[in-house]
């Protein structure tokens, strides 16, 4: 199995930063993507950033700019720089690993408990 911790969450004023962290542990052989969703109340749970072993990144179109996601290939760990940040950020933020395990052959997804970030205006 993967476990996911989370950090870095907390509460803000727009416009400033916060750096979440997520570990991954586990009986882990290899870990493909890692990213991070986030999911709102009320609303549907959503990507916000994610990256390959080989550092390609994606982003969604709201955080392309003020975001960046990293990660530490040999510590299992990824990281979300949040700068500029705006209400609208205010959600739980969910790290996320694709990896195999010695368990069982493939990549299965995994997720973590979730950190809360709010942004106050």
């Known amino acids: 199995q993967v476990q996911l911790v989370e950090s870095g969450g907390g509460l803000v004023q727009a416009g400033g930063s916060l750096r979440l962290s997520c570990a991954a542990s586990?009986?882990?052989?290899?870990?493909?993507?890692m990213g991070w969703d986030r999911q709102a109340p009320g609303k549907e749970r959503e990507l916000v950033a994610l990256?390959?072993?080989?550092?390609?990144?994606n982003y969604a179109d709201s955080v392309k700019g003020r975001f960046t996601i990293s990660r530490d290939n040999a510590k299992n760990r990824v990281y979300l720089q949040m700068n500029d940040l705006k209400p609208d950020d205010t959600a739980v933020y969910y790290c996320?690993?694709?990896?195999?395990?010695?368990?069982?052959?493939?990549?299965?997804?995994?997720w973590g408990q979730g950190t809360q970030v709010t942004v106050s205006s």
């Open positions: 996320n690993a694709r990896a195999r395990t010695i368990a069982k052959p493939g990549y299965y997804n995994y």
């Open positions: 586990g009986s882990i052989v290899s870990i493909s993507t």
């Open positions: 990256i390959t072993s080989g550092t390609t990144t």
